[in-house]
């Protein structure tokens, strides 16, 4: 059973730094792909940055040069480097796993497979 664990969320100012964490287990986690998508209130669900099992990593336009996605394969675990943060940023962030490629999928609009409960961020200006 896939299972999905996000941590690191919080509230902090405008040009602040956060690090989101998802922890992964009760699968081969070399084998899937991984990414972050968030959520704002009254805002669809969005793709915001994808790794997939080779390394291959995509950003949303909204915050490439800002975020970094990476994984910890001995760990199991992806995160989600987030810095000079902006009140847009504000969502929920939610992890997600996929057998198919997660790049692809977030650069379609597809919705992965498997999710995490989520962690809030909130960014005050």
């Known amino acids: 059973q896939v299972q999905l664990v996000e941590s690191g969320g919080g509230s902090v100012q405008s040009g602040g730094s956060l690090r989101l964490s998802c922890a992964a287990s009760?699968?081969?986690?070399?084998?899937?792909?991984m990414g972050w998508f968030r959520q704002a209130p009254g805002k669809e669900r969005e793709g915001v940055a994808a790794?997939?099992?080779?390394?291959?990593?995509s950003y949303a336009d909204s915050v490439k040069g800002r975020f970094t996605i990476s994984q910890d394969n001995a760990k199991k675990t992806t995160y989600l480097q987030m810095n000079s943060l902006k009140p847009p940023d504000t969502a929920m962030y939610y992890c997600?796993?996929?057998?198919?490629?997660?790049?692809?999928?977030?650069?379609?609009?597809?919705?992965?497979?498997?999710w995490g409960q989520g962690t809030q961020v909130t960014v005050s200006s």
């Open positions: 997600a796993a996929d057998r198919r490629c997660m790049t692809i999928l977030q650069a379609v609009g597809a919705h992965p497979q498997y």
């Open positions: 009760g699968y081969t986690y070399s084998t899937y792909h």
């Open positions: 790794i997939d099992s080779d390394g291959t990593t």
